[in-house]
Nanobody, 123 residues
């Protein structure tokens, strides 16, 4: 099994930046893709970005393309989500997740999840 721990969420003003981290442990050799998602109150979980565990190949949702960047540190088994130009509508709980075989946007096909980290953007 893979264990995931997110960190970095906090309260930030609109226009500001945050970097979220997701540290993976356990059977990390089985990871094919790592993705970032978010869920706001009353809304469905939303795909944001994903990166192949090899580090080659990223993909973003249109809602964050150009503002968010996903990256990976091989040595630390950690994936990051750099978020710039934050907006109040970015307020949500942010989750990282992994898949052993899937690299798409459907959250139901990701197998392991972290506990989430709260990001709040004030106007």
């Amino acid at each position: 099994q893979v264990q995931l721990v997110e960190s970095g969420g906090e309260l930030v003003q609109a226009g500001g930046s945050l970097r979220l981290s997701c540290a993976a442990s356990g059977r990390t050799f089985s990871i094919y893709t790592m993705g970032w998602f978010r869920q706001a109150p009353g809304k469905e979980r939303e795909f944001l970005a994903r990166i192949k565990w090899s580090g080659v190949g990223t993909y973003y949702s249109e809602s964050v393309k150009g503002r968010f960047t996903i990256s990976r540190d091989n040595a630390k088994n950690t994936v990051y989500l750099q978020m710039n130009s934050l907006k109040p509508e970015d307020t949500a709980v942010y989750y990282c997740a992994t898949s052993t075989s899937y690299s798409g946007t459907d959250y139901s096909l990701y197998e392991a999840w972290g506990q989430g980290t709260q990001v709040t953007v004030s106007s």
